[in-house]
């Protein structure tokens, strides 16, 4: 995916830095970064890729109110964070709005066995992962719980990329079979 488009390239010029911030830089520098940012706060993809369109468009807009008290790209996940909780108050609101109707509808929806079912896999699961080789479901963890990418996970321990990406691959692989079973 393109982390930066044309038209984020034309709003930077038409934008002009009053700070001396070269925004364009920014956002090529750390757009994939920033996107991994909101994606493990927001699940929806295009959700997450408007809200990274809309931090890009947020920053330029008040990029004159940039102080530099921060790094620039502090700023801009500052934003970003703002955003994602902009969206959730949204989305609460909205649900808030849901009728009473509709509430009733969905809980005579509700299949006790699904519940059980769930609550099998999620045991399953948490079994699974407890059997993975330790530096393995390391990588995981830090995947799942921090903020970071494959190749921060390569740099933290010291090791290839690729080695990250297969003993991932292996243990999502290890852990869809085992939730299967």
Known sequence: METTTLKQIELCQIYTPINNVDWEQIFRQHGK???N??????????DVEDLQQMTYLEVLKNSE???GASRPETWVFGIALNLVRNHFKQARIRA???GDEILEFLSNDIDPSR?????YSLVRAVAATAQLPEE???MLLMLIDSDVSYQDIANMLNIPIGTVRSRLSRARHFLRQAVDA
């Open 136 to 138: 393995t479901r390391k």
């Open 37 to 46: 940012f909101i994606r493990k706060r927001v699940s929806n993809r295009e």
């Open 96 to 98: 808030n709005e849901v």
């Open 115 to 119: 519940i059980v079912e769930c609550d």
């Open 65 to 67: 109110k940039f102080a």
């Open 33 to 35: 970064r920033l996107h």
